[in-house]
């Protein structure tokens, strides 16, 4: 399979600058206000690579590229770049590859870049193939030296057919499969793997959004009548669903008798309606129904009758016409569907849509939706997020929205921000002060989400888990009740919910103008980190206010919360905690070679990771541990205490 990994758009629309944009495996988020450039992006990215035919998603100069800057680029007769994207090569498919170009041929990273021009043409970066391999692979070794590298620098049929007439004693038809009539490329080999191999494999894309949903009643006249490239949307999917129930349009027209096409509609209607009610729970007692009639005519027309002229009137068939409607088998009241729930027609037409591709098992497809559920509600929007949420094992889905029901709260890490400024459309990981409007469906994800469990006031201390803040709970108040330094009674702690999600909590509770410290266990994930970096910099929040555990703690660069206690310890909470799962464990049994008291625990136990909460919630069931906590664990804790409070005045 080939992923997407990441696009810059260059220039198209209102993006005026070069705006890159990390794409999730699974599901990415694009949230924005209206008119701040979300559909854009979608569109922009279609257009490189679209699952049919369709003048829509081409990219158009006169209409695509920004109007600011249109002059310019007219005069200069220049053919500008709309976007790159990169994608990333499995391993199946440098597999492949290998099998084509031979065993360690793949010279290439495992990303590849395509440069998409307004003219339509692509460039292709990070194609590379060992040309040595390649020819002694595809020759089984059976040409000269000579030959081989005269080879080598032949790129087009015709150079090849010249290369053929100089040696006629040698068999080398079996290399005429890899030339074309042209080649831009650094070699032969390289054109051909990518046309071969990469190109079956692209993903393509398929666009969504609410124009594209299925009309009441369908002129079938209308599906024939222009060709695909110019019929509407909706009647696109029309023609998706007579597509799915394999019925042929022009043979249906010809037909007196509409049963049998009937028949397979509802067939195919009951398919789609399988996959619509596991995921709507609105309303179960819905079901499509499918009327097809002819609309007829008259027609006035001479004739002669015995040398007379006389006017007769003909009866002829003006059009055939589809009803679609939707029946309530608990009330019995059936109604057009368009009459319906825009919510209910939105889900069964896009099933109709998605079936366009659903089927098709040689192609990898991404989806694309324009503010999906727009007319749902919020619970249908939960059951719409669970039905994208099981497409992600085959499809990556990129949607726009600005509902906060379309926001999963545990997940924002999938989220970038789109807004627009007196220049350009911007698009961001991270949510910046100025544009609350496109803060405001997040904060509203957050709140729906947390709110019965997580307090947050104007002074936050924002910690990695659960544990975290049992642990800086107790013994702060312990510390208290000796008169010393705790964590001051207007500072709030915030568990995020792990290290990925640290960098959208700050986002989240910066944009409202709340104070934020950050005590974070040290960073093993890159990219977690690189976004905390990006934010450092991007003023979103002081180098100051994010401190890590091993801060705290001499000659460590790693460190965890647990490794601010000394190790026997924290090795008497984890054996009271997981007594009779694992055996006791002793100082001696741990490896000081290791840094950090979990990561050693692991190895003993031979587990990736263990339940770091359990220990936690033991020690925060009796008071006795804090007094057995050792001086120097004490003046830990109470150092890190200090620079909270100093921090968060």
Not at 339 to 368: H, M, P
Not at 438 to 463: H, M, R
Request: with cysteine; glycine share 4%; proline share 2%.
């Amino acid at each position: 399979m080939i992923k997407l990994k990441k696009i810059e758009i260059l220039k198209y629309k209102s993006f005026t600058t070069s705006q890159i944009v990390e794409i999730e495996d699974d599901l990415t988020v694009l949230v924005g206000m209206n008119e701040s450039g979300k559909t854009s992006v979608l569109e922009c990215l279609a257009k490189t690579n679209y699952f049919e035919v369709d003048s829509k998603f081409k990219f158009n100069q006169t209409l695509d590229y920004p109007r600011k800057e249109k002059k310019a680029i007219d005069k200069s007769g220049q053919d500008p770049t709309a976007i790159i994207s990169t994608y990333e090569l499995s391993d199946h498919i440098i597999k492949l590859i290998e099998n084509k170009a031979g065993k360690d041929s793949w010279l290439g990273s495992k990303q590849i870049t395509i440069t998409s021009l307004y003219s339509g043409c692509q460039t292709i970066g990070g194609i590379k193939v060992d040309l040595d391999k390649f020819i002694s692979h595809v020759s089984n070794n059976n040409l000269s030296n000579e030959l081989a590298q005269n080879l080598k620098v032949i790129k087009t049929k015709k150079e090849f057919e010249n290369l053929t007439e100089n040696y006629p004693d040698e068999d080398l038809e079996i290399f005429s499969k890899y030339f074309s009539s042209s080649c831009n490329w650094s070699s032969f080999a390289d054109q051909y793997i990518y046309n071969q191999i990469i190109t079956p494999n692209l993903p393509k894309f398929i666009y969504y959004d609410e124009y594209y949903q299925l009309p009441s009643r369908i002129v079938l006249e209308d599906l024939i009548s222009e060709g695909e490239e110019e019929i509407s949307d909706e009647l696109k999917t029309a023609k998706a669903l007579l597509d799915l129930a394999e019925i042929d349009i022009e043979e249906l027209i010809q037909s007196d008798d509409f049963e049998e096409y009937i028949a397979e509609l509802e067939a195919t209607e009951a398919t789609i309606s399988d996959t619509l009610f596991a995921f709507w729970s609105a309303n179960k007692n819905l079901n499509i129904e499918f009327k097809i009639d002819k609309k007829l005519r008259k027609v006035k027309r001479n004739v002669s009758i015995h040398g007379y002229t006389q006017e007769v009137e003909d009866i002829q068939i003006a059009e055939h016409v589809l009803d679609i409607r939707v029946k309530n088998s608990k009330t019995r009241v059936s109604l057009p569907l368009q009459n319906r729930s825009k919510g209910f027609n939105w889900f069964f037409s896009f099933l109709v849509w998605f079936n366009k591709i659903q089927a098709d098992n040689n192609s990898t497809y991404i989806l694309l939706l324009d503010e999906p559920g727009l007319n749902l509600h919020a619970t249908a929007q939960a059951d719409l997020l669970n039905f994208l949420e099981s497409l992600t094992d085959r499809y990556q889905i990129i949607y726009t929205t600005h509902s906060p029901f379309m926001v999963q709260a545990d997940r924002l890490h999938r989220v970038r921000t789109v807004f627009s400024d007196s220049d350009t459309s911007i698009i961001t990981e991270s949510i910046q002060q100025k544009d609350p409007n496109t803060l405001f469906p997040l904060q509203a994800a957050l709140g729906y989400d947390i709110a019965q469990n997580l307090f947050i006031s104007k002074k936050n201390l924002l910690v990695e888990g659960v544990s975290d803040l049992m642990y800086l709970t107790q013994i702060s108040e312990y510390l208290k009740s000796l008169g010393r330094i705790g964590l001051n009674d207007d500072i709030t702690i915030v568990p995020s919910g792990g290290l990925d999600k640290v960098a959208s909590f700050i986002s989240l509770l910066r944009g409202s103008k709340l104070s934020i410290f950050c005590l974070l266990d040290s960073f093993t994930d890159q990219k977690a980190k690189s976004k905390l970096d990006r934010m450092i910099s991007e003023k979103i929040i002081a180098d100051k206010n994010i401190k890590f555990f091993h801060e705290f703690l001499e000659n460590r660069l790693k460190a965890d919360i647990e490794d601010i206690f000394s190790i026997n310890e924290y090795l008497k909470l984890f054996n009271l905690s997981f007594k009779g799962q694992y055996p006791e464990i002793k100082e001696t049994d741990l490896d000081s070679d290791i840094e950090g008291i979990l990561s050693q625990i692991n190895k003993v136990i031979n587990k990736s990771r263990f339940n770091h909460y359990l220990p936690a919630k033991s020690f925060t069931m009796s008071t006795e541990y804090c007094g057995q906590l050792s001086k120097e664990t004490l003046e830990r804790f109470e150092n890190i205490f200090k620079e909270i409070n100093k921090q968060l005045k």
